[in-house]
C-alpha cells in the first residue's frame, strides 16, 4: 500500500504537471484531470469532469474520434494519437488550437481507464510555419534575383554592341550620327531613372530585413515574442515589396522581347472578379472600401491571366494611391464584341502634365512623393492591354481621383 507522503507526491506531480492529465472511462467520460488540462481547454477542473471527451475535439472530427476511441478501448497500448496528422483541440469558447495526444490504459479498482497526456503546440506551430515561409521566401527572392541579374546582363551586353555598331555609322551619314546620339541619350536617361529608382526601391526593404533579422536574435525569450513577431512582420512586408518589384521587371521583360502572346479561352468573368475582390481585401488601408460590379455578358473568351493583371495592376495602384476611408471601384461591362474595364479611386490625382508620360517606363508622378513604386505598372499594363488588341484611357484630377478605361476587344483577331 502507497503511504500517505507517496500519495501527497502524487497528487503534486499530477496537479502541478505542466502538461495537461485527462483520465477518461470506456465510454469516453471524463473523470479526473488536472489544472493543466483545464488551463489548455478553457475549463475548470470542476466543469470538465463528467464531460465526454469529444467536448475536447473539434465539431468536425466528433465522430471519427468516437471511432478511434472505441477501436483503441478494444486495443489499448500506450502510443501517441495521430501519427502524421495534425490534431486541434477545442477550447471552451469556441476557438481550436494544435495539440500533441499521447495515450496509455490503466486499470484503477479493476476499472479500465485511458490516460491521456495534451500538450498546446500553438507556439510551436507558429514558429515552423514562419520558417517554411520564410525558407520559401528567400529562396525564391534568391532565384528571382539571379535570373535577373542574368537578363540585365545580357541586355547590357546587347545595348553595347548596338552603340558600337552606330559609333561605325557615325563617319558614313550626319542623319546616322544624330539618330545614334537620340538613341544614346534615351538609353542614359533610361538607365539613370532605372539605377535611380532600383537604388531608392531596393535599399528600402533590404534594409529593413537586415535590420529586423540582426534584432530578431536579441528577443529570445518567450516574453518577447510580440517582439519578435513584429521584426518578422517587417521582414514579410519588405520580401512582399521586393517580390513586387522583381515582378514588374520580369513583366517588362518578357514583354519586351515578346515572350507573351495572348492564349483566348472561354471563362467566367464574375469568378475572375470573385477572385481578386478576395485577393485585394488584405491590401486595403484602414476603412478603405473596394466596390466591384459587372454588368453584361458573364462568360467572355479572352486571356483570363493577362485580363486578370490588368485589374489587379490598375485596383493595386487606386489603394496605393488613396487615402484611408476612401473608395476604390472597378466596374466592367462585357457586350457581345468588347469588355470595358473601369477602375476609379478618390486618390491623389495626375497632373495634366504628368498624365502625357503616364504609360512610359519608370515615369512616376511629381506628387508621387515617399509613395513606393518601380514606375512600370502602367507600362506594363499599357502592353497587356495591347496584346489583347485593345486601348487604355485616364482622367484624373489632382486631389480629387483618377479614373482609368481600358477597353478589350472579344471577337478581334489578336
Same mark, same amino acid.
Given at each position: 500500500?502507497?503511504? &500517505?507522503?507517496?500519495?501527497?507526491?502524487f497528487e503534486?506531480?499530477?496537479?502541478?504537471?505542466t502538461?495537461g492529465?485527462?483520465?477518461c472511462k470506456?465510454n469516453g /467520460?471524463?473523470?479526473?484531470?488536472?489544472?493543466a488540462?483545464?488551463? *489548455?481547454f478553457?475549463y475548470?477542473?470542476?466543469?470538465?469532469?463528467g464531460?465526454?471527451?469529444?467536448?475536447?475535439?473539434?465539431s468536425?472530427?466528433q465522430?471519427s474520434?468516437?471511432?478511434?476511441?472505441?477501436?483503441?478501448?478494444e486495443h489499448?497500448?500506450?502510443?501517441?494519437?495521430? &501519427?502524421?496528422?495534425?490534431l486541434?483541440?477545442?477550447k471552451k469558447?469556441?476557438?481550436?488550437?494544435p495539440?500533441?495526444?499521447?495515450? =496509455?490504459? @490503466?486499470?484503477i479498482?479493476n476499472?479500465?481507464i485511458?490516460i491521456?497526456?495534451?500538450i498546446?503546440?500553438?507556439?510551436?506551430k *507558429?514558429?515552423e510555419?514562419?520558417?517554411r515561409?520564410?525558407?520559401k521566401?528567400l529562396?525564391?527572392?534568391?532565384?528571382?534575383?539571379?535570373?535577373?541579374?542574368e537578363?540585365?546582363?545580357?541586355?547590357?551586353?546587347d545595348?553595347?554592341q548596338?552603340? !558600337?555598331?552606330a559609333?561605325?555609322?557615325?563617319?558614313k551619314s550626319?542623319?546616322?550620327?544624330?539618330? =545614334?546620339?537620340a538613341?544614346?541619350r534615351?538609353?542614359?536617361?533610361l538607365?539613370?531613372?532605372f539605377?535611380? /529608382?532600383? =537604388? !531608392?526601391?531596393?535599399r528600402?526593404?533590404?534594409?529593413?530585413?537586415?535590420?529586423? @533579422?540582426s534584432?530578431?536574435?536579441?528577443y529570445?525569450?518567450?516574453s !518577447?515574442q510580440?517582439?519578435r513577431?513584429?521584426?518578422?512582420e517587417?521582414?514579410?512586408?519588405a520580401?512582399n515589396?521586393?517580390n513586387d518589384?522583381l515582378?514588374?521587371?520580369?513583366?517588362?521583360?518578357k514583354?519586351?522581347?515578346?515572350k507573351?502572346?495572348?492564349e483566348?479561352?472561354?471563362?467566367?468573368?464574375k469568378?475572375?472578379?470573385?477572385?481578386i475582390e478576395s485577393e485585394?481585401k488584405a /491590401?486595403l488601408k484602414?476603412?478603405?472600401h473596394l !466596390?466591384?460590379?459587372?454588368?453584361?455578358?458573364?462568360?467572355?473568351?479572352s486571356?483570363?491571366?493577362?485580363?486578370?493583371?490588368?485589374?489587379?495592376?490598375l485596383?493595386?495602384? @487606386?489603394?496605393?494611391?488613396?487615402?484611408e476611408?476612401?473608395?476604390?471601384?472597378l466596374?466592367?461591362?462585357c457586350s457581345?464584341?468588347?469588355l470595358k474595364i473601369?477602375?476609379?479611386d478618390?486618390?491623389?490625382?495626375?497632373?495634366?502634365?504628368d498624365?502625357?508620360?503616364?504609360?512610359e517606363?519608370?515615369f512616376?508622378?511629381?506628387?508621387?512623393?515617399n509613395? &513606393?513604386g518601380?514606375?512600370?505598372?502602367?507600362?506594363?499594363?499599357a502592353?497587356?492591354?495591347q496584346l489583347?488588341?485593345?486601348?487604355?484611357t485616364?482622367?484624373?484630377e489632382?486631389?480629387v481621383?483618377?479614373?482609368?478605361i481600358a477597353t478589350?476587344?472579344l471577337? @478581334?483577331?489578336?
Amino acid at each position: 500500500m502507497p503511504s &500517505q507522503n507517496d500519495k501527497k507526491l502524487f497528487e503534486a506531480l499530477f496537479h502541478h504537471a505542466t502538461e495537461g492529465i485527462i483520465l477518461c472511462k470506456r465510454n469516453g /467520460m471524463i473523470t479526473v484531470a488536472n489544472e493543466a488540462a483545464g488551463r *489548455q481547454f478553457g475549463y475548470s477542473v470542476e466543469e470538465l469532469i463528467g464531460k465526454p471527451i469529444e467536448t475536447l475535439v473539434p465539431s468536425r472530427y466528433q465522430k471519427s474520434h468516437e471511432s478511434y476511441r472505441e477501436n483503441y478501448s478494444e486495443h489499448p497500448e500506450p502510443r501517441k494519437m495521430g &501519427q502524421g496528422r495534425d490534431l486541434f483541440g477545442l477550447k471552451k469558447d469556441g476557438t481550436e488550437f494544435p495539440v500533441e495526444v499521447s495515450l =496509455s490504459p @490503466a486499470k484503477i479498482d479493476n476499472e479500465e481507464i485511458i490516460i491521456a497526456f495534451t500538450i498546446d503546440i500553438t507556439r510551436r506551430k *507558429q514558429q515552423e510555419y514562419l520558417i517554411r515561409e520564410k525558407t520559401k521566401e528567400l529562396e525564391l527572392i534568391t532565384e528571382r534575383l539571379r535570373q535577373t541579374n542574368e537578363q540585365l546582363e545580357k541586355k547590357v551586353s546587347d545595348r553595347t554592341q548596338v552603340l !558600337h555598331e552606330a559609333l561605325m555609322a557615325l563617319e558614313k551619314s550626319k542623319a546616322e550620327l544624330q539618330l =545614334s546620339l537620340a538613341k544614346e541619350r534615351e538609353l542614359n536617361e533610361l538607365k539613370s531613372r532605372f539605377l535611380s /529608382m532600383a =537604388s !531608392h526601391e531596393f535599399r528600402t526593404p533590404l534594409t529593413a530585413i537586415l535590420s529586423s @533579422a540582426s534584432l530578431i536574435s536579441d528577443y529570445s525569450e518567450p516574453s !518577447h515574442q510580440e517582439k519578435r513577431l513584429k521584426h518578422v512582420e517587417r521582414i514579410t512586408n519588405a520580401v512582399n515589396s521586393l517580390n513586387d518589384i522583381l515582378s514588374d521587371f520580369l513583366s517588362l521583360s518578357k514583354i519586351e522581347e515578346g515572350k507573351i502572346a495572348a492564349e483566348c479561352k472561354s471563362f467566367s468573368l464574375k469568378n475572375l472578379l470573385n477572385e481578386i475582390e478576395s485577393e485585394l481585401k488584405a /491590401m486595403l488601408k484602414k476603412n478603405q472600401h473596394l !466596390h466591384i460590379q459587372h454588368q453584361g455578358e458573364e462568360i467572355i473568351v479572352s486571356d483570363r491571366k493577362l485580363i486578370r493583371q490588368i485589374m489587379v495592376n490598375l485596383l493595386s495602384n @487606386a489603394i496605393k494611391y488613396s487615402d484611408e476611408g476612401s473608395a476604390v471601384k472597378l466596374d466592367t461591362f462585357c457586350s457581345a464584341d468588347e469588355l470595358k474595364i473601369t477602375v476609379s479611386d478618390q486618390g491623389i490625382g495626375i497632373s495634366k502634365e504628368d498624365q502625357k508620360h503616364l504609360f512610359e517606363r519608370f515615369f512616376r508622378g511629381s506628387n508621387a512623393g515617399n509613395i &513606393q513604386g518601380t514606375g512600370l505598372g502602367l507600362n506594363i499594363v499599357a502592353g497587356y492591354v495591347q496584346l489583347l488588341g485593345g486601348f487604355i484611357t485616364c482622367k484624373s484630377e489632382l486631389d480629387v481621383g483618377t479614373t482609368f478605361i481600358a477597353t478589350i476587344p472579344l471577337n @478581334a483577331s489578336i
